[in-house]
């Protein structure tokens, strides 16, 4: 399974993933079309599908423009309202692109039916906008207990599994967490890194459950009061 990032925005990603045994390509979270249909034409790929985590326009807002572009299938949460969505996804369904099998977790908190999309054999997973590296979304519709059961939930995947978020917002987190947890070295460590990629350019994504499970304060938190204690804190810092 290949996996490109295509920058849109100020900061969001739209991933396009592709196996190259069956020659299929899948883009996960297109929140603008022309963007990510010109990356898959230049590398000669044909994108088949549109796999959304939630809602938000800045990750479907392209769903039309490549559907029509392409003929392509939409899949996306089945709770929500997702432009051209032809099929429902929901806890423990699966999904394929080739022989690559992915299943579908339920990781509501950022919205209220926000998925995850996981490979088990390729050994990576779509988040969205529920955990990023060192950090987590806001909480717009969730409370913060179903928040924490969601990032309980991806903590508890395979460490070396590589996770593909819908933003870069690393350093924004990194220099919380440090704030955060004043005596925790892999968050100084991280930090510093980080600094560095975003210094020359760099993306800093997808990060590792093994890594977040080190620095991310919201995965850390003991429980959910401790997790609310932190998001509050988070929406103020600066
Ligand atoms: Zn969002
Ligand atoms: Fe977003």
Redesign the pocket.
Known sequence: MEIVAVPVFTDNYIWLVHDAASGETAVVDPGDGAPALAEAERRGWTIGQVWNT?W?P??TGGNLAVKQATGCLVLGPATENIAGIDIKLGEGDELRLGDQVGRVIEIPG??LGHIALVFDEANVAFV??TLFAMGC?RL?EGTPQQMFSSLSKLAALPADMQLYC?HEYTLANARFAAHAEPGNAAVAERLARTEELRAAGTITLPTSVAEERATNPFVRAGDWEDFARLRAAKDSFR
């Open positions: 939630h938000h800045d990750h950022h919205t969205g906008d979304g717009f819908g």
